[in-house]
């Protein structure tokens, strides 16, 4: 293991695969955070938005990390976000009284409303599942999803050998930058030199998937008999009451956007 990866493989180990959520089983981490998000998905206002951040944010402080971790895992949702809600508010429907106006940007105080309302729903779908999945492990998201849910084994297997396979991204990609380095052909052009080793890094994944698919097949991970399982995975009381809490998320924000008059069914009548 290199030395920059160490540090992060130590703070996983400590601290994301301890504490309560990381004996919950997977299953009820991803039913949770379908709980979460399929309610905000057909609603779009700033009452359930914001109410669900809020009651997140509070249960973020039992989830058993630590705030650099926290702040890593999510740092992609704090990105992402807020330029989401910036495109809707210079491209969004114009509403209300305008605000700013140039060329095709047009910022009126309903597409302020709506950017708002958006960038509040994006952190309260995908804070909760960035959350739940950082202690999940790929083995124990692929028992559950055989034995709990009774998905096809092959499609379950293959699922978690792609998974795998994730993690040697990062490696490829540093040693095609070494190799080309050595060969001095990465000293200029860095904008070309990032699409020839995308290319080459997506060549060689092609390959590798071909050759695990072909290893995976020839040690009968493609037959139809039923398989079995060296481990257990069984749906605890502790997966229970994360998919309740998270219910209870869900309702308390619909509720209170219900009650002050905010709620906005996207596929209902507009407008």
């Known amino acids: 293991m290199s030395e920059s990866a160490a540090p992060f493989a130590a703070e996983r180990t400590t601290d994301a695969r301890h504490g309560w959520l990381a004996g919950v089983n997977p299953v009820a981490k991803l039913a949770a955070s379908a709980v979460i998000a399929l309610p905000l998905v057909f609603t779009l206002d700033i009452v359930s938005a914001a109410v669900a951040v809020v009651l ?3 249960l973020f402080l039992f ?3 630590s705030w650099r971790t926290f702040w890593i895992r999510t740092a992609p949702v704090w990105i992402a976000a807020p330029l989401t809600g910036v495109t809707i508010a210079l491209y969004g429907r114009s509403s209300g009284t305008v605000v700013f106006e140039w060329f095709i940007m047009r910022v009126s105080e309903g597409s302020l409303e709506l950017a708002l309302a958006t960038f509040l729903r994006v952190l309260a ?3 909760p599942s960035v959350v739940l999945f950082v202690t999940v492990d790929p083995t124990d998201l692929a028992d559950g999803l055989a034995q709990v849910w009774r998905l096809p ?3 379950v297997m293959g699922a978690l050998a792609g998974l795998r396979m994730v993690g040697l991204f990062i490696d490829d990609w540093r040693a095609l930058e070494l190799a080309r380095r050595a ?7 860095r904008l070309r030199r ?3 080793m995308a290319f080459a890094l997506l060549v060689l994944s092609i390959r590798r998937g071909s050759k695990l698919a072909t290893a995976m097949e020839a040690r009968g991970f493609g037959a139809d008999t039923p398989r079995t ?3 257990e995975s069984r749906f605890s009381a502790s997966g229970w009451i994360l998919v309740a809490i998270a219910a209870a998320v869900s309702i308390i924000a619909v509720a209170a956007a219900v009650a002050t008059g905010a709620f906005n069914f996207i596929l209902g009548p507009q407008d």
């Open 56 to 58: 997140e944010c509070v």
């Open 63 to 65: 989830a058993g990390l």
């Open 125 to 127: 779908i995908a804070l």
């Open 153 to 155: 084994a092959r499609f």
């Open 183 to 189: 060969r001095g052909v990465a000293d200029a052009g």
């Open 194 to 196: 990032f699409f020839g």
């Open 229 to 231: 399982f060296a481990r």
